[in-house]
């Protein structure tokens, strides 16, 4: 597991150490893995019913190999390719787009190059805006993520950081 966290550690790490050079970054809050331990159970056999970050990540890891197995992979892949798809493969600055009039903007995701529809509503005075991300899993079962209204387009080193509400789902489980 370290080994996947290690390869998109490198991806995302400073240019002149090999990072990639400009990417939208996609990032859960804590919070977000609770309500997807809290959605997988309602798919899945097994009840998840807690608020402990931890019983979470074990749950959806239990899950997580179960879906590996059926998809004839391992959960080392699967964790990969979720954390892929919460990395776009440009930077972009959702608040200079929708000040542009844009109202959808399409991110490439670093996993098998899938795109996420964002809709954007246009930025508040107090530069807020509002914006739902569309991702490959059915949205009836898993929420389409929200980012979060102020903690956005945040300038790193080698692109932008945006904080999402829930965790992007790049297939139907």
């Known amino acids: 597991m370290l080994s996947c966290l290690a390869g998109i550690q490198d991806l995302l790490g400073k240019p002149k150490d090999g990072g990639l050079r400009r990417v939208t970054v996609f990032a859960p809050r804590d919070s977000a893995f609770i309500r997807l331990a809290d959605q997988l159970s309602d798919l899945v056999e097994g009840d998840f019913n807690s608020d402990d970050e931890e019983e979470a990540y074990g749950y959806i890891a239990g899950v997580l190999t179960v879906v590996a197995g059926d998809l004839g992979t391992d959960l080392v892949s699967l964790v990969t390719s979720i954390l892929q798809y919460h990395v776009g493969n440009e930077a972009i600055s959702f608040m200079d787009e929708s000040r542009k009039g844009k109202k959808i903007e399409h991110v490439i995701t670093l996993f098998d190059d899938m795109p996420i529809r964002v809709e954007m509503a ?3 005075d107090k530069n ?7 991702h490959a899993a059915d ?7 929200k980012i979060h209204n102020t903690l956005f387009d945040i300038e790193t080193c080698n692109g ?10 790049p297939l139907n489980v």
């Open 160 to 169: 932008r950081l945006n904080v999402l509400k829930d965790v992007l789902i």
């Open 128 to 134: 807020r805006m509002r914006m739902k991300m569309i």
């Open 122 to 124: 246009m930025p508040t």
């Open 139 to 145: 949205g009836q079962s898993f929420r389409y993520p």
